[in-house]
C-alpha cells in the first residue's frame, strides 16, 4: 500500500486553494452538518492544509487540525498566521490511532480524506471513541454510486496510488451504526465536477491526465447515465459525488 504521506509532501500548496477543498459553499456545507457550538473542542481528521478547521475555528472554542503529512501541516500553519487564526493547533497523527483520549472532542470531522483509509473499521472506531457522549460526528468524503465507482475508482487509483476505496453513502451508514453510532443525516451530494482542475491537485501530467478522461469519457451503461461526462470549450466535466453525514455518538 503506498504512503499517503508520498502522495501529498510535494503538493500541499495546491490542497491550500484547490476549488473543491477551499470553496466558501463547501466549507459552509461542513459548518451546517456539524451545528457547531462556541464551547466546542473540535477535532478535524486528516485536516491536510486546515481549509475544513479553519471553516469551523469562527464557531468554537478550539480546533485540533491532525494529518499524516508534516507538509501539509506547515501549509496549514502558514495559511493560519497569514489569516491570524489563533484557535487551532496542528498535530501529526494517524486517523487508526488517534493520539487522543476516550470522550475528548465535543465535535470529530473528517473531509475527503477516508477514501485513503487502508482501516475503515479502525478509523470509525476511533472515531467514536474520542467523541464525548452526545455529540456528533461529521464525515464527508466521495462517495459516488454504483456502477460509476467502478469507473471512477481505476482513474483514482491511478490518478493517486494512495486511494483505497470510496465508500458509497449506504456503506457508510452500516459502518457507522456497526460501531455504535446513530446517522441522523447522511445524503450524497452530487456536483459539476472539473476534471482539469482535479487532475491539478495532484500535479498529474498531460499524457496520464489524457488516458484518465478517456477511461471517463468511454464509460458505458449505467455509468455514463450517471458520469454524464461532456467536453465544454475543450475541458472535461462529469458528475463526482460526496456524502454529507452527520453520525450521533449515543449520551
Not at 504521506?5 to 459552509?28: E, G, I, P
Not at 457550538?37 to 464557531?59: E, W
Not at 506547515?74 to 497523527?93: F, P, S, T, Y
Amino acid at each position: 500500500m503506498p504512503d499517503v504521506r508520498d502522495s501529498f509532501r510535494d503538493v500541499a500548496a495546491n490542497y491550500s486553494k484547490s476549488t473543491f477543498h477551499s470553496s466558501s459553499t463547501r466549507l459552509q456545507e461542513v459548518v451546517d452538518l456539524a451545528q457547531p457550538k462556541r464551547g466546542d473542542l473540535v477535532l478535524d481528521v486528516a485536516t491536510g492544509t486546515g481549509n475544513t478547521a479553519f471553516a469551523l475555528a469562527p464557531h468554537v472554542r478550539r480546533v485540533i487540525g491532525l494529518d499524516l503529512t508534516r507538509e501539509m501541516l506547515a501549509e496549514a500553519r502558514k495559511v493560519a498566521a497569514e489569516r491570524q487564526i489563533l484557535n487551532v493547533d496542528w498535530v501529526i497523527g494517524d486517523a487508526e490511532r488517534l493520539p487522543f483520549q476516550d470522550d475528548t472532542f465535543d465535535i470529530y470531522s473528517v473531509r475527503a480524506a477516508p477514501h485513503h483509509f487502508a482501516n475503515v473499521d479502525a478509523f470509525i472506531g476511533e472515531a467514536f471513541r474520542v467523541l464525548k457522549p452526545d455529540r456528533d460526528g461529521i464525515f464527508i468524503d466521495c462517495a459516488p454510486p454504483l456502477p460509476a465507482r467502478d469507473v471512477l475508482h481505476v482513474v483514482e487509483v491511478r490518478r493517486d496510488p494512495s486511494h483505497v476505496l470510496s465508500l458509497t453513502v449506504e456503506e457508510w451508514v452500516t459502518r457507522l451504526e456497526h460501531a455504535g453510532f446513530e446517522v441522523e443525516a447522511a445524503e450524497a451530494r452530487e456536483l459539476d465536477w472539473n476534471y482539469e482542475d482535479w487532475m491539478g491537485n495532484q500535479n498529474i501530467g498531460p499524457e496520464l491526465s489524457a488516458q484518465l478522461a478517456e477511461l471517463i469519457e468511454a464509460a458505458e451503461g449505467e455509468a455514463r447515465v450517471q458520469l454524464h461526462p461532456e467536453r465544454r470549450e475543450g475541458k472535461l466535466w462529469h458528475a463526482y459525488w460526496h456524502a454529507l453525514i452527520r453520525a450521533h455518538k449515543p449520551g
